[in-house]
């Protein structure tokens, strides 16, 4: 019979095998499976993990997204309309049990077992962003309640990031999604910029100490954090622009 060990090589490699083959429902069964039998997960079995949910959500999102264009270009067309957001609702039932299958995972297993900070953080990231997909397609009532829950995991994760270095690539991920939650799920701009900056700030005043092993991964999350604060700083100035432009042409009617 084989050790616990062995099986947890065993499932690592089954998981990197259904990675390989783009075989993301497999490599869920096996993540699944690997978290019944180990407690704390080191680096690269949380990415493991990660990298079989994201998958198996990601085209779901991304199939959502484009029915949802789909039904805005051709709202003419009533019958065409119907079919596609039927069809869509569809998706998004497979969206939900995704969403609050992972969360249950991290609630009953994974939160509990991991045994660092940077465990902590990795999960309740993981907590908040899978709230935030939930809440992408549900109404205004379901989305506030459950935009609570993911502000929640977003700062119960950053409370445990205080202690990381800025250039962590786990606590920078965690200002890129947070961040875009404030912007996205909140319509917060500022509180999304704020958050933006001051990670890109602390992390760009201390490149000099990053570690090759996380170079890359750092420099990439900085760029994507720049890239966002100049859309939305952009974005912010038109829409200041258009009110004020609003505003002047009330006053001239008046």
């Not at 704390?40 to 997204?65: F, H, P, T, W």
């Not at 045994?115 to 939930?134: P, T, W």
């Not at 961040?179 to 996205?184: A, G, L, N, P």
Request: net charge negative; aromatic share 10%; glycine share 4%.
């Amino acid at each position: 019979m084989a050790s616990n060990e062995e099986m947890i090589n065993e499932l690592v490699f089954k998981m990197k095998l259904a990675e390989q083959a783009e075989r993301y429902k497999d490599m869920v069964k096996y993540a699944k499976e690997l978290v019944g039998i180990k407690q704390d997960m080191n680096d690269e079995q949380r990415n493991l993990i990660s990298v079989a949910y994201k998958n198996v959500i990601g085209v779901r999102r991304a199939a959502c997204r484009s029915l949802s264009a789909f039904e805005q270009k051709y709202e003419c067309e009533v019958d065409a309309v119907k079919m596609s957001e039927d069809y869509r609702s569809r998706i998004e039932v497979e969206v939900e049990d995704i969403c609050k299958d992972i969360i249950s995972l991290l609630d009953d297993h994974l939160l509990g077992s991991a045994a660092d900070d940077e465990g902590r953080v990795f999960f309740y990231k993981m907590k908040g962003d899978y709230y935030r997909y939930l809440g992408e397609f549900k109404d205004e009532n379901a989305r506030e309640d459950i935009a609570d829950k993911s502000e929640e995991a977003y700062k119960k994760a950053s409370e445990y990031a205080e202690s990381l270095v800025p250039t962590n690539p786990i606590k920078l991920g965690l200002a890129l999604n947070f961040s875009v939650f404030y912007y996205e799920i909140r319509n917060s701009p500022e509180k999304a910029c704020k958050l933006a900056k001051n990670a890109f700030d602390e992390a760009i005043s201390s490149l000099d100490g990053l570690t090759e092993e996380s170079y890359k991964d750092t420099t990439l999350i900085v760029q994507l954090l720049r890239d966002n604060l100049t859309l939305w700083s952009s974005d912010m100035e038109e829409s200041m622009e258009n009110d004020q432009a609003e505003a002047d042409e009330q006053q001239q009617q008046q």
